[in-house]
């Protein structure tokens, strides 16, 4: 079976993140990592809730810009949450992380840890040069107040895509990637390049002492397969872990409300012939149905939300 087929992702809208106070993280990502508001809405009734499968959901969204890239921070205004387990690890398979590209790791490590941040990293790490595909990549790990998990990475002139390398005076850039823990690359690539249409972008090993103290993970091994929509921009990497090993699953009962949601906004160009092959394939819905939006303020058109084979949840979108 190709993996080229008619029905494909396009490209990643937006990394939507599930918060327990809009207000604290909007001060967060705009002020420690210079995101910019681009809009804050509130939406309610029968269809976000059969979108999000949570019944009588009124959520309040605001969206954000770095660079070139959106964030979505959604806040369940009437509905309390679970958060997100605090032993939380890099190899539970519920892990995902947005990776933040900076002009200068010092200068944007020094500033994040001047706000309430928990570090996952020791401090910044440097991939060694005999990893081909990260060699001279700089980076760190944290946690936003609500415990998402979020890396700072810089590229040496060698690596990652030429917009991270134009000259300008900002910091902080843009996104490059969401990386998720996963139990099987096969599996996931399955459902993100056979199904979805998504193609291999890079392929590494990272491991060594680099990896333990990035991760916090003592003797890290870590398979990463980088994945890219046709129309580039952001990317998946898929993590995963031979050692220490699989971390524990995502809990069947989580939902949509519970802070530890994050879904990927996946543009894509016929959602009604995806959707079939999805159903095909047996993959999870989340929605009860394709939700068709015809409120202008709202950013698209057709929306469902899946899930991966892990439980990562994916947002089909027709703009």
């Not at 059969?50 to 019944?55: F, K, M, P, R, S």
């Not at 409300?257 to 996946?266: K, R, V």
Request: with cysteine; net charge negative.
């Amino acid at each position: 079976m190709s993996s080229q087929t008619d029905v494909q992702v396009q490209r990643i809208r937006a990394i939507g993140l599930t918060v327990t106070n809009c207000n604290r993280s909007v001060d967060f990502y705009t002020q420690a990592l210079a995101f910019e508001l681009v809009s804050d809405i509130t939406v309610e009734g029968q269809d976000y809730s059969d979108l999000e499968g949570v019944n009588g959901a009124k959520i309040r969204i605001i969206t954000l810009r770095l660079g070139d890239e959106l964030i979505d921070l959604m806040e369940y205004l009437n509905i309390q949450g679970k958060p997100i387990p605090s032993d939380s690890q890099s190899n539970d398979l519920w892990f995902q992380h947005l990776a933040i590209v900076v002009s200068d790791i010092d200068r944007a490590y020094a500033q994040v840890c001047s706000f309430p941040i928990e570090p996952i990293s020791v401090a910044p790490q440097t991939i060694p040069p005999e990893n081909k595909a990260s060699g001279g990549v700089r980076a760190f790990k944290f946690k936003d107040p609500d415990g998402h998990d979020l890396e700072l990475i810089w590229f040496p002139p060698d690596k990652g895509q030429d917009k991270w390398h134009q000259k300008n005076h900002r910091l902080f850039l843009g996104i490059d990637h969401s990386a998720i823990a996963i139990s099987n690359t096969e599996q996931s690539l399955h459902f993100y390049c056979n199904i979805l249409g998504m193609q291999i972008d890079s392929r590494s090993l990272n491991w060594r002492a680099t990896q333990s103290r990035l991760d916090n993970l003592p003797g890290a091994e870590v398979k990463i397969t980088g994945l890219r929509p046709v129309q580039d921009g952001v990317g998946i990497e898929l993590l995963d872990y031979i050692v220490p090993g699989k971390g524990r699953p995502m809990p069947s009962d989580w939902k949509s409300c519970d802070i530890a949601h994050i879904q990927i906004e996946l543009v894509v160009n016929n959602l009604e012939q995806l959707v079939d092959k999805l159903r095909r394939n047996g993959v999870q819905f989340v929605s009860s149905r394709i939700v068709q939006f015809s409120d202008r303020s709202f950013p698209y058109k057709q929306s469902c939300l899946v899930k991966d084979p892990d439980g990562h949840a994916v947002l089909l979108i027709v703009e």
